[in-house]
């Protein structure tokens, strides 16, 4: 004898034929992602197909969607040709420039943000949560409303034309404070305690314990930082005059400015690629980072 | 090994409220103590200050012959085990076990050493290079224990070691507790509010109520002769029953029902009368009405609640013993009968 589910399970599956019903809503969700999506990506793409062309090409017909024979001599150009008023820079120097920069912007926020949430988190200060709101509210006054201010007095410092410049006055960082503070605040307090009876003094406890708790937390604001420090424009702008301290997001524009005052065509095609060029570490930093980086914002319990 | 002395040792926290009332008393050198309480009276903050983790706002603390009000945590040389087992996630499990020892400056080899023993001792060998989260719950608490083993402190801190883990393996691991503490004769105190555990691993034990010390005694002083009401009430299951009574000619519940036996010495008027269920039992000749109104079964026990002269009762008897609703009579066990103080609980 068989047993009867057995028996009766074939015939409970109706059979279907490919035919899923496809929901009106699932359409619409898709769509609205998928037109997203085009939007985001059609003008990379554009600019990337164009970084093959020469400049005529772009100059005569605009932004192109196939793709031309100048893709190598493009990039060749953008990275390794001097170029320009005083024929100091070329792309390979900019790409230093943006890395020296975000790499600096990104680990110096997060080694202050760390060690100022340390200080507001765990240590006895009579003014702490005065001080963390202090810090909090900067996040009100952005550089672009005391950039006047910011540059006096790195003008007044000397420090015009350096890294120094460029990096420090960006630092201080409210958000990783936050960040960081919210953290910590989520670390049990049993750990910290099973750490003192552990002999760990407040600078090993911060080595030992809490930088590696943190780790997910301090790819998260890496990628964060690194992204933001590499896309500045104004301050940099206004910092360097110096071009061996340019940066590719200021490069690009200044390729086709210097060009466009003479009489020659700009060179479209190289601004196109550099501008490719300029995308990608911060694209390759998320791609790699990606997981680190959800961990880090969701992660609660650890 | 060391003695543990606490001279009207008193806390206020910050925000005024006043946790723990002077309280004084002596551990002596190798003894297992017992803390239990109910929530909030007061358990954490009397050990945590024994830990240097929380401040001592009055009094003296001495451990072995130094005074260590203002000493660190760490140089106190004690060890504790935390409810939540406070294991550092990123470290495996040796390295969690050596991380005091490496605080310490112990070099490589003796560090490792001492794991080993400790996690051989533990059953923890095979675990050693794994993180806290890929372990059991039980397993975890043998790595917090293994801890504090591996630094051969002078003192054992519990803090509600085994809460977190389900009965079964709570007994186990309290009987494993209880060796090990016996095996390195190491002075120890440990925190519940679980009667069964204080009962079955104290040396000694200290029952705490609203930051005030109600009475330390062994196991069978505490459960024997209660010095309150309120230990009375808390340590037992079920608890000791309590009954408004009066003393004149003779003891007499609420009701005009006589009890016999001694009455208390030098004391008139109204008292309060414990009996345990336990100490109470079904017989013809019993002098105490008693009105069952549920039966309880518990397996090896059968518990009868009811009421005697309009005042809830309770009753044990064994599970061979038939039981029904309905009144009986119920016969007193001799010393059955604790008098207690009608207006403060104190014992008389
Ligand atoms: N940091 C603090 N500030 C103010 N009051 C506190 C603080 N910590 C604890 N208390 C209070 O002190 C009392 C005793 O707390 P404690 O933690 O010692 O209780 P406990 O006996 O350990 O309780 P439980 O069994 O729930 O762990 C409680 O009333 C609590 O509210
Ligand atoms: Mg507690």
Known sequence: MTDISQTSAPAKQPVIMGRRRIRMSDVVDHAVLILGALLMLVPVYMIFASSSHDAITIHREGLQFGFGEHFAANYNAALFEYGGFTDSVNGVTMLTNSLILGLGFAIGKIIVGMMAAYAIVYFRLRFATFAFWIIFTTLLLPLEVRILPSYEAIQAMNLANTYTGLIVPLIASATATFFFRQFFRSIPEELIEAARIDGAGPVKFFIDILVPLSRTMIAAMFIIMFVFGWNQYLWPTLITTDESLFTLVRGIRQIIQAYADGSTTPEYGEAAALAIIAMTPPVLIVVFFQNWFVKGLTESDK | ?348
């Open chain 2, 1 to 348: 090994m060391a003695k543990v002395n606490l001279q009207d040792v008193r806390k206020v926290y910050p925000n005024g409220h006043e946790a723990l009332v002077p309280c004084s008393f002596d551990i002596p050198d190798g003894e297992l103590v017992v803390l239990v309480g109910p929530s909030g009276c007061g358990k954490s903050t009397l050990l945590r200050m024994i830990a240097g983790l929380e401040e001592i706002t009055e009094g003296q603390l001495t451990i072995g012959d130094r005074v260590v009000n203002h000493v660190d945590p760490a140089d106190r040389n004690i060890a504790m085990v935390f409810q939540n087992y406070a294991l550092y996630p990123h470290m495996t499990v040796a390295q969690n076990m050596g991380y005091g020892l490496k605080n310490r400056g112990l070099p490589k080899p003796e560090i490792d050493q001492k794991v080993r023993d400790a996690a051989d001792m533990l059953d923890l060998t095979e675990y050693l290079n794994r993180r806290p989260n890929q372990l059991s719950g039980g397993q975890r608490q043998r790595v917090a224990m293994g801890r504090a083993i591996v630094r051969s402190p002078d003192l054992f801190l519990f803090d509600e070691p085994l809460s977190n883990l389900d009965a079964k393996l709570r007994n186990q691991m309290r009987i494993e507790i209880r060796a090990l503490q016996r095996r390195f004769n190491t002075t120890s105190v440990y925190v519940t509010h679980d009667q069964v555990e204080a009962m079955t691993m104290a040396d000694r034990i200290i029952v705490l109520n609203k930051g005030q010390i109600e009475q330390i005694g062994t196991p069978s002083q505490i459960y024997g002769s209660p010095a309150s009401t309120f230990v009375a009430s808390f340590m037992g299951a079920p608890p000791m029953n309590l009954l408004s009574g009066s003393v004149g000619d003779g003891v007499q519940i609420d009701g005009g029902i006589a009890v016999s036996g001694p009455s208390p010495q030098g004391h008139t008027g109204p008292v309060t009368i414990g009996i345990r269920p336990e100490d109470v039992e079904p017989s013809e000749a019993g002098v105490l009405p008693f009105e069952v109104s549920i039966i309880e079964e518990l397996g090896a026990q059968r518990l009868l609640h009811g009421e005697i002269g309009g005042q809830s009762f309770s009753v044990a008897v064994p599970k061979d013993q038939n039981a029904e609703t309905g009144t009986m009579k119920l016969a007193l066990k001799p010393g059955a009968v604790h008098f207690f103080h009608n207006e403060n609980g104190r014992r008389i």
